[in-house]
């Protein structure tokens, strides 16, 4: 027996040891908060102060230096969140995880970032390349400066590589996927549908809502009415059932910046609001960092949010001017059908065949031989993999394809003094185009579009394939910055953006509609923002967590006053049902049981008016939610109308269609949540921020991903969460007067679970409270010397 306990005492300690040896890898892999470090690029020391919750103020003698130390911090606390993202754009993320994900990678090398991403690093004026070059050289000393490999990489068993210029450009691209993410697939779904329904039904389909309406100049789109003639037989059998028949209302889950002038903010101050929606995952997308340096001009405090990766402030103030994005969501790529050669080998351009350039592109695959991809190239962009008409191809001319789709000029805006200014540089920054709202210490506010513009020639209707084989180039370049549109100093002192309609008339032409949401969080947003006379800081961040379901409200009133009757109540036991949807549907609530019950009924009704739509896109490989099509509107009109002759071929009336969406809707409730009582909102709507590898993971789910809980908001109004998807920062400032703003984040500053700071802001964000704008009292500090 002696002999087993020695060996069960060996065993214990071999598992102490190796316990031991994890611990210090993990310890290893922390960011350094205190001491000193050497860094042998810096012209002077830098000096890295955190507060508690790790918010980041660096002290530099340079811009260069600055952003030398910002990119040693990014590198300590997210270095696989940058990874993970340049691999995302390039197409190389199956050399770090395996062939799982080969598919994604063959997506992505269609568009050749990494060879763009090369280029383009040559043809940056040297003053960006200048400040890529520090930030890079920093990530690389931050890297180095580890003990031990970020933990992600002991359990994938590789090692992360050094960081380059072009991985830089590569993380924007990333974004170029996320916020412009349809690639050409709207415009070919568009043109299916133009090829399937008669004029009329198109231009009824396709409208623009009338009913809610936010555009800044205040320009207005008429209703399209239901047309005479019945439904056309693609809307009204299903000849291919849809395995996917989910809608979406808008190209974007959600973002909102809005501003009050002096004449409307307190004591006379110009306040800026911005809350981008995305993708929430842990970490988080925005890293909270305040800059100083020095130069001609004389000093420099910036502070706000960065992206890891790159050395720029993405959103902020800067003392003199505060600015904040939301994704356009306008028409930044056009789709242009090919004439091919009986091989397939050319296309005809300018009445002459030209060949199509083929690359290969080698894809690594962690674990196995690395694979060869075949991308083929036109004159005007790359092949897509849809489907294209016998004897035809499919390409993409997408802005982020062009040399003025990637830049750093948004530097500039880190020392703009004016809005003038501000919007001067806004105009043709290398990013995916963005609603700028600005306003700066002196009380004035504008808006425009922050990004290139093409200039579109030739008349085409750009929502659907163009034809371009006659020559003619239908992009002649970019718009000159005095062209591109934007209001400044409007004379409402308001301004509001939300992913919708922003202008009308040529300025609409201009931009184009690449999705646009319907309008309703727009719209609630203005008047939100007149509904009183002034705001402070306090006031603006309430408009950012309102969560009334103003748009749901007529859905309601359909449910009440139409559909749920006392006979079909008493005769499907739908009492405590109706009873819900009166008392508890008014707002998007965690514990409303009556506002999941609206939403899951509007949704099943649009799914099935619009079931044989979807079968039809679905058999061409395409999704409803890639029309840039808002269900909402013509939907709505369909059901106000009630004729029999429009409905879908599967209903016999209007009334049946309504009552079988409230039955079908309810059973899938029951069927998920096991009773009516446990439907509420928050149930169905968690935050659901996960680690990458916490599914490959499970056991680690519970140290990797951050806390979840019910959320109050959802997509058609301030607030918004679904699902997932929301408000990835909210920051509220005012420019000169930054101690009084509010900035706030998902998860926390750091992306190593074993940090303080990896959860430091959430517990804030989860409730909707407001943090200071400015990093409070230093709690760390380390200092980088040369």
Known sequence: ???????????????????????????????????????????????????????????????LDAAQALGFVHAQERFFQMDLMRR??????????????????????????????????????????????????????????????????????QQPKPWVAADTVLVAYGMYLDLQG???????????????????????????????????????????????????????????????????????????NFAVA??????????????????????????????????????????????PGAPLLVVGSNGHVA???????????????????????????????????RSVERIEVAGEAAVDHEVLESEWGPVMAQKAPAGHAHVLRWVAHDPEGMNLRLMHMETATRIDAAVETAAGAGMPAQNLVVGDSTGRIAWTVCGAIPRRVGGEDIDRPQDWSDGRPRWQGYLAPAEQPRLVDPADGRLWTANARMVGGEAMKVVGNGGWDLGARGMQIRDGLRAHERFDEAGLHAIQLDHRALMLQRWRQLLLEKVLTPEFVAANGLADYRAEVDRSAEAARPDAVGYLLVRTFREQVLKQIFAPLAGLLEAQGLKLRDLKMVPETPGWALIQAARTDTLPATHKSWPELLQRAVLDSRKE??????????????????????HPLSAAVPLLAGWLDQASQGMAGDSHMPRVHNHGHGQSQRMVVAPGHEERGILVIPGGQSGHPMSPFYRSDHAAWLAGEALPFLPAETRHRLVLRP
């Open 1 to 63: 027996m002696a002999w087993l306990k020695r060996i069960a005492a060996g065993l214990l300690l071999l598992v102490l040891l190796i316990a031991l040896a994890l611990w210090l890898a993990l310890r290893g892999s922390l960011a350094q908060l205190d001491g000193e470090r050497a860094v042998a690029s810096l012209s002077a020391p830098a000096d890295l102060q955190r507060d508690a919750r790790g918010y980041l103020t660096v002290a530099a003698e340079n811009r």
């Open 88 to 157: 995302n754009a390039a197409g190389e993320l199956s050399a770090l995880v395996g062939a799982k994900a080969l598919p994604l990678d063959k997506q992505r090398r269609v568009h050749r970032f990494r060879h763009r991403a090369e280029a383009g690093v040559g043809m940056l004026p040297a003053d960006q390349r200048a400040l890529l070059d520090a930030y890079v050289s920093g990530v690389n000393a931050g890297l180095a400066a580890l003990s031990s490999r970020p933990p992600e990489y002991l359990l994938l068993r």
């Open 182 to 256: 349809a690639q050409g697939r709207d415009d070919i779904a568009m043109g299916l549908l133009h090829e399937s329904v008669p004029a009329d039904w198109y231009a009824f389909l396709t409208q623009h809502s009338a009913d809610w309406q936010a555009a800044l100049d205040d320009s207005r789109m008429s209703t399209v009415p239901v047309p005479p003639s019945p439904l056309p037989g693609a809307l009204r059998a299903t000849q291919t059932a849809c395995s996917d028949c989910s809608l979406q209302d808008a190209r974007d889950i959600g973002s909102n």
């Open 262 to 307: 002096a004449a409307h903010g307190s004591e006379g101050r110009a306040i800026v609001a911005d809350d981008m929606h995305l993708g929430l995952r842990s970490p988080g997308t925005w890293f909270k960092a305040r800059l100083k340096w020095k130069d001609a001009a004389g000093p420099h405090d910036i502070a706000g949010v960065t992206l």
């Open 323 to 357: 600015w904040g994005f939301t994704n356009t969501t306008s028409d930044w790529a056009d789709v242009v059908t090919l004439k091919l050669n009986a091989a397939g080998t050319h296309y005809l351009a300018g009445g002459a065949e030209r060949p199509l350039k």
């Open 669 to 690: 409730l029951l069927d998920k949540h096991g009773s009516l009582a446990a439907a509420t909102w928050g149930a169905d709507n968690g935050t659901s921020m996960r």
